[in-house]
C-alpha cells in the first residue's frame, strides 16, 4: 500500500513570495491533516479535512495559508506571502478513521521550506 | 499548559540495551488515545504504537512497548535491544475525545535518542 505522497521535497523562497505544496494521502483515507513542525519543536495541526470539508481550522493563520481538498483526495498547502517565520517542515497526514482516539495518522515525508 | 511532556531532550543508549523515554499526559477527557511517533533525520514521522485510554493491557509492538500509568498520566516508551537504527526524534502524542471528528493530535517536543556502537 503506498503512502501520503508530498511534493516537494524542499523548497526556498524570498520572504513575500508565496508558495504552494501538494500532499496525496493514502488511498481510501478520508481524514487528511497539515502540520507544520518548526525545528527542534513537536508537528502543530494547521488543518484537518474530512473528506473535502474542513472539520478545524482553528490554528492556520489565514491571513497568509490557505488549503484546500478538491474533490475529497489531494490536498494543496498555500502561503502567500510567506515570512522568516514560516521556515518549517510541513508534513500531511491521512487517517481512515473519522477521528476519535483510535484514529492513526499516517504521514508523509514533509516538505522543508526556507524562507530567505 | 502543556498538554504533553517529553521531559528528555536527548538520550544515549548502548547498542542492544533497553531504553525508557518519557511522556507525561494532561486531559480531563476520560476517552483519548497516546501515540508514539519515530522521525528519523530523513523528517518523516513512523508510527510505532498506540495505547487507548480504555485498554487493560500496555501496547506492544515487536520491539516496542509502552509503560501506560493511568492514574499518574504517563506513557513511556520501552525500547528494547536497541539497534543504531533506532536513532532518531522519538514523539508522544495524544487525542482526545471519542468519535469527534474535530479532536487534533497534539505532540510533545520529542525526545532525540542516540545509539551508541
Known amino acids: 500500500e503506498a503512502g501520503v505522497a508530498q511534493s516537494p521535497r524542499y523548497k526556498i523562497i524570498e520572504k513575500r513570495q508565496s508558495v504552494a505544496f501538494w500532499c496525496n494521502p493514502i488511498s481510501g483515507h478520508a481524514t487528511l491533516y497539515w502540520y507544520q513542525q518548526i525545528l527542534g519543536q513537536g508537528p502543530k495541526l494547521l488543518i484537518q479535512?474530512?473528506?473535502?470539508?474542513?472539520?478545524?481550522d482553528s490554528q492556520l493563520p489565514k491571513d497568509r495559508f490557505s488549503a484546500e481538498r478538491l474533490k475529497g483526495v489531494d490536498s494543496t498547502l498555500k502561503i502567500q506571502p510567506a515570512k522568516l517565520e514560516d521556515s518549517a517542515v510541513y508534513l500531511c497526514?491521512?487517517?481512515?478513521?473519522?477521528?476519535?482516539?483510535?484514529?492513526?495518522?499516517?504521514f508523509g515525508p514533509g516538505t522543508r521550506l526556507t524562507v530567505l | 499548559a502543556q498538554k504533553i511532556t517529553q521531559t528528555q531532550p536527548g538520550m544515549f543508549v548502548q547498542e542492544k540495551e533497553a531504553v525508557t523515554l518519557d511522556c507525561t499526559y494532561d486531559t480531563s477527557d476520560p476517552s483519548y488515545g497516546l501515540f508514539w511517533y519515530k522521525q528519523p533525520s530523513s523528517g518523516e514521522m513512523i508510527f510505532l504504537i498506540y495505547?487507548?485510554?480504555?485498554?487493560?493491557q500496555n501496547a506492544t509492538e515487536g520491539r516496542y512497548s509502552l509503560n501506560f500509568q493511568k492514574a499518574r498520566k504517563s506513557a513511556n516508551l520501552v525500547i528494547s535491544a536497541s539497534q543504531l537504527g533506532d536513532s532518531a526524534m522519538y514523539f508522544c502524542a495524544m487525542r482526545e475525545g471519542l468519535e469527534n471528528a474535530g479532536n487534533m493530535l497534539t505532540f510533545g517536543g520529542g525526545t532525540r535518542l542516540m545509539v551508541k556502537p
Open positions: 495505547q487507548g485510554s480504555y485498554d487493560q
Open positions: 497526514a491521512s487517517s481512515g478513521l473519522a477521528g476519535g482516539p483510535r484514529d492513526t495518522q499516517y
Open positions: 479535512f474530512q473528506n473535502n470539508g474542513v472539520v478545524d
